[in-house]
């Protein structure tokens, strides 16, 4: 769904800037984490567990966030 619909649809309502960004979102943290699982069995729980993993990628090297940031705003 993200990739076939929810993405595509997005494309044409944002910044181009912005679709990087939540595509690399989506390909570097949604997918790898919660891909596996089908939306109509996506639960609470699949995304409690999801968010702390997040946090941490980010937290271990926030300069990540940053690099990603800039090379998407340019």
Known sequence: YLTN???PAKKIEIRPTTFARY???VN???IPHLGAILLRQLRAHHLEAFYP???RRVRSDPSRWQRRRSTTST
């Open 28 to 30: 570097h943290y949604v």
């Open 23 to 25: 595509e690399w979102m």
């Open 53 to 55: 993993t997040c946090w």
């Open 5 to 7: 619909s929810w993405l």
